[in-house]
């Protein structure tokens, strides 16, 4: 799933990402940037 990079300002493809469900109980992707290692979140279900 690819989500946005604060810091590299760039789109990318997640690495590890993982379901998880928000307080909300909204569904939520998260993972971890694969250039600088940076922690990516993105809201929505994983396709």
Known sequence: MEAY????KAKKEMKDAE???MKNGKPATKGVCPTCGTKMFRIG???
């Open 19 to 21: 379901e998880i469900v």
């Open 45 to 47: 279900k994983a396709s």
């Open 5 to 8: 990079c604060v810091k590299c």
